[in-house]
């Protein structure tokens, strides 16, 4: 889970900013949105909106954490040329300048960590990774990288020390955290919890992410199957049951009359996965299994008149069930495999009082996962299902976004804040001036 995420000359971000997960305890509303971590000693939110204006910047923060996570999964994520584009551009002498990001997290297993990184287009220049006292003892350090030196919390041998720092010699735009991918020269188990959460713990979803594997997702994993039945039930799409329909390739082909598959590419395959997609939807899926071609495609039940109920494929399905379907995954595993999920716009091609249905249906199950996303829709802005301390503003002057928490108002628990953002109580709303059509 995230804890905070701190930014400084990133994108839109220049000063410092600070985004975290903390809520409030006097607020005793909602109180089932708050879970606790490491030992059951600090009180987290499961869930946090971020508003702003278009242009704000609050996709921004979301590619902050996503840089984090790159970094410290991908050793060839960047290099002097890719750096510029994630400088705050708009200011003179911004060359000297590093990126500097931080983030502090708790992994499944409980360790809280720290992890900070400052990179220039001459490399990293200062990356650490601690283990978090959480506030109320010192933080201990697993390695601290600066001017090209290591310290470490159990120092290795000389001879692996030194293979460390030429490591860096030659990858200077790499994390120290992926070169146990190159070679297993790191042995400490904290490192190896910490990498493990960037890359299996915490999913990024972007307005366009696509997932190309949806289909495969939903046909080995009966459990996600079964959730996204529970969910469009639950949220009311009039779709009683998702399931993936499988068939070897050649029955299916001689009922079928289908253009543009390639039928001897198909037929030539002896592994691997080959997957089609229309106008952004995964309609079939052809695998290889004991050796005979199959094909596959997901199926939704759906009720007509007097109970009648049809199977019908995802092209008969709107823009905004797809995007449904494809965060599936993702809420699975933060609903069910408390893991860490971010969306940006959550609610693109959904309609409003879906959005708000899906938030109150995460918000309303026992887990230890979290959902953090982007959004316009005002109306999950109800202090019945959403608390103040779970809703952050981003906003922008002079070309930099700053944040700040709605939390930091006196907001009675009754007074209604959708409509008080309307009116511009809080800020993060767009300014129009008239239009002159003369």
Not at 223 to 242: C, K, P, T, Y
Request: charge should be negative; hydrophobic fraction near 40%; glycine fraction near 6%.
């Amino acid at each position: 889970m995230i804890l905070r995420v701190i930014l400084k000359n990133f994108l839109s971000f220049n000063k410092e900013v600070q985004f975290d997960m903390f809520p409030n305890m006097k607020r005793t509303s909602l109180s089932n949105h708050i879970q606790k971590v490491a030992d059951d000693k600090l009180p987290v939110l499961k869930m946090a909106a971020i508003y702003g204006a278009n242009g704000a910047g609050k996709s921004n923060l979301i590619k902050g954490i996503n840089f984090l996570k790159a970094i410290a999964t991908n050793k060839n994520f960047l290099d002097k040329e890719s750096i510029e584009k994630y400088t705050f551009a708009l200011k003179e002498n911004t060359d000297n300048e590093p990126i500097e990001l931080t983030i502090e997290f708790t992994t499944t297993s409980g360790l809280p960590f720290i992890y900070s990184v400052e990179v220039s287009n001459s490399g990293v220049e200062f990356e650490t990774l601690q283990i978090s006292g959480l506030g109320s003892r010192e933080n201990t350090n697993i390695f601290t990288r600066k001017n090209g030196e290591v310290e470490y919390h159990a120092a290795p041998s000389e001879e692996i020390s030194d293979i460390i720092l030429k490591w860096i010699d030659k990858n200077p735009f790499a994390s120290l955290l992926t070169i146990n991918n190159d070679m297993p020269v790191l042995s400490s188990e904290h490192i190896n919890i910490a990498s493990k959460w960037f890359a299996d713990e915490l999913t990024i979803i972007g307005l366009h992410s696509f997932n190309p594997a949806l289909i495969e997702i939903f046909k080995n994993n009966r459990e996600v199957n079964q959730f996204a039945s529970e969910l469009f039930r639950e949220i009311d799409l009039g779709i009683e049951d998702v399931n993936v329909e499988t068939e070897n390739f050649e029955d299916w082909m001689s009922a079928h009359n289908v253009r543009g598959l390639p039928i001897n590419k198909v037929r030539e395959m002896r592994s691997g996965v080959l997957s089609e997609v229309v106008d952004f939807r995964n309609t079939r899926a052809i695998s290889v299994e004991d050796g005979v071609q199959k094909i596959s495609q997901i199926l939704f039940k759906q009720f007509g008149e007097n109970g009648y109920s049809r199977e019908m494929d995802i092209q008969a399905q709107s823009d905004g069930t797809v995007r449904l379907l494809s965060l599936v995954p993702a809420l699975y595993s933060a609903m069910k495999l408390s893991k860490t999920v971010i969306i940006d716009e959550l609610d693109h091609s959904i309609h409003p009082h879906l959005v708000r249905e899906l938030v109150r249906y995460f918000s309303s199950q026992r887990s230890n996962g979290q959902l953090i996303f982007t959004t316009h829709q005002t109306c999950l802005l109800n202090q019945n299902f959403i608390r103040t301390d779970e809703v952050w503003m981003v906003e922008k002057k002079n070309g930099n976004s700053y944040m700040y928490s709605l939390n930091d108002f006196i907001i009675h628990n009754t007074i209604n804040i959708e409509n008080g953002y309307m009116q511009g109580r809080y800020g993060a709303i767009p300014f129009i001036g008239e239009l002159n059509m003369e």
